[in-house]
């Protein structure tokens, strides 16, 4: 499914990006594996395809800062890096705005966005093209190397790929440097393409470095991680009175959400944030969830829920 690129396959991954498929496209870092981001059926699509068992937040791309702009809040420091480093190989986390149109399965659940504007022409047409910001992950299966070349993504995930549009070599070919911008201190989560001196340059003020362990630790132990203000009760056949219960599949009439009548786990990976969100509300005293099969997207949706069960 490598096509190389051209205004006909740029044109043909836009169009597919734009209907909620999944395209994997080269930056100047790594490969990506993209889709719309503000679609939670098109996220959870790339979790599926990448088989992860947890749901790791995504790096949300445009194609210019002003997009990003209406897409989370830019202080004066970002401001400055990303006129510093845009378009290019640093990673910014922001604090999502209230109206930000970004799928909360794409960051996780989390109230921040990690987003870049990538250096590289195939990418930034690919996303002008398709009118939308785009979510992508390296393009590898969990757990293998991230793809410098378009054989590397078909090596890993061809057969689960409609189009992967061959931009030749990656120029940097390390991920991007993520800088969480939430705190008054800047922290690099993941060390990349742009290094702590060069970020110090041009802030003024020291950039710390997060604990070697805290980009290997799911980001759902994340302290800042959402965690519903409501008990959680998982593996629950019915609620008790006064809880909203949360169901997956055509057993439950009565369930307040059902995550997916049809039992289909892309849709209730794509609906669990959200759900989540609309019962954490005073109308309910806990929510109940009913058992989750443990396969597939499964493990990442019981991965999920069982952070949001755990005591507080
Ligand atoms: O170079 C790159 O960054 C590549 C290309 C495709 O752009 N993308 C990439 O994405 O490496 P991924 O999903 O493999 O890594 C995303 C990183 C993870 O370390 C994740 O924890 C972090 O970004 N991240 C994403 N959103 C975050 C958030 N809201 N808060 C903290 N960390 C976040
Ligand atoms: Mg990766």
Not at 46 to 54: D, F, G, L, S, V
Request: glycine content about 8%.
């Amino acid at each position: 499914m490598i096509e190389p690129a051209s205004d006909l396959s740029i044109a043909k991954g836009a169009e597919m990006l734009a209907q909620g498929q999944v395209v994997a496209f080269p930056t100047e870092t790594v490969y990506g594996l993209g889709a719309d981001a503000t679609s939670d059926p098109a996220i959870a699509s790339i979790y599926a395809i990448k088989n992860r068992p947890t749901f790791n937040p995504l790096i949300v791309h445009v194609a210019t800062p002003d997009d990003a702009k209406a897409l989370v809040k830019v202080d004066d420091r970002a401001e400055t890096l990303m006129q510093a480093f845009w378009p290019g190989p640093l990673t910014l986390v922001l604090p999502r705005l209230p109206n930000s149109p970004i799928s909360l399965l794409a960051s996780a659940g989390l109230d921040s966005i990690a987003i870049r504007q990538p250096d590289h022409p195939v990418a930034l047409a690919l996303i002008r093209r398709a009118g939308r910001p785009i979510a992508a992950p390296s393009a590898n299966a969990s757990g293998s190397i991230s793809p410098t070349t378009a054989q590397h993504v078909e090596d890993s995930l061809g057969n689960r790929l409609a189009l992967i549009v061959d931009g030749g070599p990656c120029r940097v070919g390390v991920e991007s440097t993520v800088l969480d911008l939430t705190q008054a201190d800047p922290t690099i989560l993941r060390p990349g393409g742009v290094s702590a001196q060069e970020l110090e340059a041009v802030l003024g003020q020291s950039v710390g470095i997060a604990k070697h362990d805290a980009n290997i630790v799911a980001p759902g132990m994340m302290a800042s991680h959402y965690a519903p203000e409501r008990p959680m009760r998982l593996n629950q056949e019915k609620a008790e009175p006064g809880e909203a219960l949360l169901a997956f599949g055509p057993n439950y009439p009565h369930a307040t959400l059902n995550l997916s009548v049809r039992g289909e786990l892309t849709e209730a990976a794509a609906n669990l944030f959200a759900m989540m969100r609309r019962l954490d509300i005073p109308d309910y005293s806990a929510i109940a969830v009913t058992p989750i099969p443990q396969s597939g997207l499964g493990l990442a949706i019981n991965d999920r829920l069982s952070r949001a069960a755990a005591p507080k």
